[in-house]
């Protein structure tokens, strides 16, 4: 059973930059695609982004293209999300979620991190 | 960008009532069509993938149908658990997109 643990809330001023971590146990990272889904308060799911093991990279939504940058660090099992030059449209829930390419669709999801961007 | 289409946004129904939830795309996706269940303050949750396959360890009163652009998520039986937002998603090209979800209430 894979289980994602997400860091804790964060507050950024406008203009800073983000880095939301998600620790993976019972699978490997090497194992699983990992993506990453938020949600605005109130708002419905919106996909930013994740790893492609077709073409071994990660894929952005056009929309935070230039703004997002997700690695993984397979000696700790742990992958980040960092957001830069935050507005506060971007606060949300950010959730990392393993994505099976097998059945296309996305399976195992962390607790999600609360970003608050707030002057 | 595929745009996907909920109906109803919300509705109201009773314990043991049938509920349907359609999701309408704008181009065609094949099976490539998911549905999750989230409640207030907790993660989504995978319920049926590729349209029509339950998830194990999902009851059996949830079920799914569709292809193309056309789809449904029924609840043959509602129950008091089930009671909670749910959303489409489609997997059949990038960027994926999600249904702006449909809201389950108790009458």
């Known amino acids: 059973q894979v289980q994602l643990v997400q860091s804790g809330a964060e507050v950024k001023k406008p203009g800073a930059s983000v880095k939301v971590s998600c620790k993976v146990s019972?699978?490997?990272?090497?194992?699983?695609?990992m993506h990453w889904v938020r949600q605005a308060p109130g708002k419905g799911l919106e996909w930013m982004g994740g790893?492609?093991?077709?073409?071994?990279?990660?894929i952005y939504a056009q929309k935070f293209q230039g703004r997002v940058t997700m690695t993984e660090d397979t000696s700790t099992d742990t992958a980040y999300m960092e957001l830069s030059s935050l507005r506060s449209e971007d606060t949300a829930v950010y959730y990392c979620a393993t994505y099976d390419n097998i059945v296309g669709a996305t399976h195992y999801w962390g607790q999600g991190t609360l970003v608050t961007v707030s002057s | 960008d595929i745009q996907m289409t909920q109906s109803p946004s919300s509705l109201s129904a009773s314990v043991g009532d049938r509920v349907t939830i359609t999701c309408r795309t704008s181009?065609?996706?094949?099976?490539?069509l998911n549905w999750y269940q989230q409640k207030p303050g907790k993660a989504p949750k995978l319920l049926i993938y590729a349209a029509s396959s339950l998830l194990s360890g999902v009851p059996s009163t949830f079920s799914g149908s569709g292809s193309g652009t056309d789809f449904t998520l029924t609840i043959s039986s509602l129950q008091p658990e089930d009671f909670a937002t749910y959303y489409c998603?489609?997997?059949?090209?990038?960027?994926?997109?999600f249904g702006q979800g449909t809201k389950v209430e108790i009458k």
């Open positions: 181009h065609t996706i094949s099976s490539y």
């Open positions: 998603q489609q997997t059949y090209s990038t960027p994926q997109t």
């Open positions: 790893f492609d093991p077709e073409d071994g990279e990660t």
């Open positions: 019972g699978y490997t990272l090497t194992e699983l695609s």
